[in-house]
């Protein structure tokens, strides 16, 4: 059985300090948990926590060559 993979491109902010995070994953499960990954966006959550960062898809994406453009 071939599993689909669901691509899309999302946004982390931030809710303290308004900054955020644009980046894409690739994962067979929609609520896998993911919010990023970037070393930047990792020393927020630390700071000031997972609960003060908001996490929202901006656009999904058909195939993985059409996410990366």
Do not use: P, Q
């Amino acid at each position: 059985m071939k599993r689909n993979y669901l691509h899309y491109i999302y946004k982390t902010t931030c809710l303290i300090t308004g900054r955020y995070y644009i980046g894409m994953h690739r994962t067979y499960r929609k609520n896998d948990g993911y919010i990023g990954s970037g070393l930047l966006l990792k020393r927020s959550i630390k700071k000031y926590g997972l609960e003060n960062h908001t996490f929202e898809i901006l656009e999904y994406c058909d195939n993985l060559e059409s996410l990366c453009k």
